[in-house]
């Protein structure tokens, strides 16, 4: 009972929902194989290691529909290289697991490759945050240069608000 009670209180930190985990990123085997089976990736599949810039309504040259012809979603929205991650995929970005989400709940790490971007080459991806640049600052402790990215499965129609 001892040994359940103890893995059980282990799972926030296999999730990356403490701020100290989020701080020193850990890697452990067992806290993967627990996240690939909740994202549907499949064990021994391989994450990107990818560099993200940030974006929002109101910047220059951002409007409010994605490349599909849906609205863009804060904390939910991703732009991608197509010939790298087809659009419609579902993606988990470990590193935004917990962050702030405009309704006040916390990020289940989940995001939606919707939008596509001329500067989006390769292993890069461009979060979008929400509506003016104070919708960045969640992010910005996060280190950009290099998220883990994991495909989760795909979606039909418009990412879910």
């Known amino acids: ?82 010939k790298l991650i087809p659009r419609r995929t579902r993606l988990f970005i470990k590193e935004t697991v917990g962050l702030p989400m405009p309704d006040g709940s916390k990020h289940d790490g989940f995001w939606y490759a919707s939008d596509t971007g001329g500067a989006i080459k390769g292993e890069k991806i461009d979060l979008f945050t929400g509506h003016g640049s104070s919708s960045m600052r969640p992010l910005m402790a996060l280190n950009l240069a290099k998220l883990t990215v994991a495909k989760a499965g795909e979606f039909k129609g418009c990412p879910p608000v």
């Open 1 to 82: 009972m001892r040994r359940r009670l103890a893995a059980l209180a282990a799972l926030p930190f296999f999730f990356g929902l403490s701020q100290s985990a989020q701080a020193a990123p850990q890697t452990d085997p067992l806290g993967d194989l627990i996240v690939s089976a909740l994202t549907g990736a499949l064990p021994g599949t391989p994450d990107f290691r990818m560099k993200a810039t940030l974006y929002h309504a109101g910047a220059k040259g951002v409007g409010n529909l994605d490349s599909l012809g849906c609205k863009v979603v804060a904390m939910r929205t991703v732009a991608v290289d197509t």
